[in-house]
């Protein structure tokens, strides 16, 4: 297989210490936190599927049971859901095992995102392969990764998530100085800057957590020293590929304008459960008119 191939697999780093999140965090990681009624991972492996990735890799953690046991057969609940004839809840337990082809890697020491992704390495091999971020939700109403592999795919390249932020915001993320490509709907990525201030900003573009990438990442990642927080950063790797020429080289851009949910620290977690209770079939109604009595007796 090349490295122009159609992307097959997923890899989802799951290994990060999540300490915005402690104590929840203590002894589960935080990518099973729960989201209305699934944990977050679960709307991301389902994202993978959908775009047609059935091969998906975790990179887990000191606390992978968790993890591994949401995606596994529960035969004591199940036979117990079947005998009381809950087809409802059956289907939906059995949903997260059916869902794709999952495997799992440890990370060991939690050296960083790039060092959880080069974990990945032997799984992969040398085709392009797409990472999403558990704690980044994309609504599955809007397109972004199909999207994203179809540009891997006439680049050649790498392809990084933007979106736009306000500028007092950035400081919060991987900014991102681009070159408009005429007549296509992605950019070319000139720089990438780790969480700069508003001033040093070159855009308001931010990375957020789903790429595809060149296998030739690896060999970079092996390369990059530690950077920021002592962590093997992945956007320190996907510079110097941005700064390459030729096979393997380029790192381009896809703007994403859809809904978005930040799961990783606590005030955007909340906000994501609520934007998705409220948008559910079962529970928004009931919740939205809770909400608007609660937020109307709220004091100024
Ligand atoms: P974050 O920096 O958001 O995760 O990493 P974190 O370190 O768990 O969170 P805080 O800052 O301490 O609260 C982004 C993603 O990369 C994974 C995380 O699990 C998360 O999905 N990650 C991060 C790893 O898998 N390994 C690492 O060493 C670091």
């Keep these: 297989m090349t490295s122009a191939s159609r992307v097959r697999k997923a890899v989802i780093p799951a290994a990060g210490l999540g300490t915005r999140f402690l104590p929840a965090t203590k002894a589960m990681p935080k990518e099973m936190l729960p989201v209305v009624d699934k944990p977050a991972i679960q709307y991301v492996v389902q ?50 095992t059916d869902l794709g082809d999952i495997h799992y890697v440890r990370q060991g020491d939690p050296k960083g995102l790039g060092h959880a992704v080069l974990r990945a390495k032997t799984h992969v091999g040398n085709e392009p392969f797409a990472v999403l971020l558990g704690d980044d939700l994309i609504d599955e109403r809007d397109e972004l990764l199909t999207t994203m ?58 990375i957020i957590g789903r790429y595809v990438l060149h296998p030739d990442v690896f060999q970079v990642l092996e390369n990059t020293k530690p950077g920021r927080g002592n962590e093997i950063q992945l956007t320190d790797a996907l510079q110097t590929l941005a700064a390459r020429d030729g096979d393997g080289g380029g790192v381009y851009g896809v703007i994403f304008r859809g809904r978005r949910y930040d799961t990783g620290d606590k005030l955007s977690y909340l906000k994501a459960v609520v934007t998705l209770a409220c948008d559910s079939e079962d529970l928004g109604p009931d919740l939205r008119s809770w909400l608007t009595s609660f937020t109307a007796h709220l004091p100024a």
């Design 47 to 96: 994202e993978a599927v959908s775009a047609g990735l059935q091969d998906v890799l975790m990179i887990t953690g000191r606390n992978k049971r968790a993890l591994e046991d949401h995606f596994d057969r529960v035969p004591v609940t199940e036979q117990l859901l079947e005998a009381k004839g809950d087809a409802e809840k059956l289907s939906a337990v059995q949903h997260a």
């Design 149 to 206: 592999i179809e540009v891997q795919a006439k680049t050649g390249g790498s392809v990084v998530a933007l979106i736009e932020v306000e500028p007092s915001q950035i400081s919060s993320y991987g900014c991102a100085d681009v070159e408009v490509i005429e007549g296509e709907g992605y950019v070319r990525i000139r720089q990438l800057v780790e969480k700069p201030s508003p001033e040093e900003a070159p855009s308001n573009l931010a």
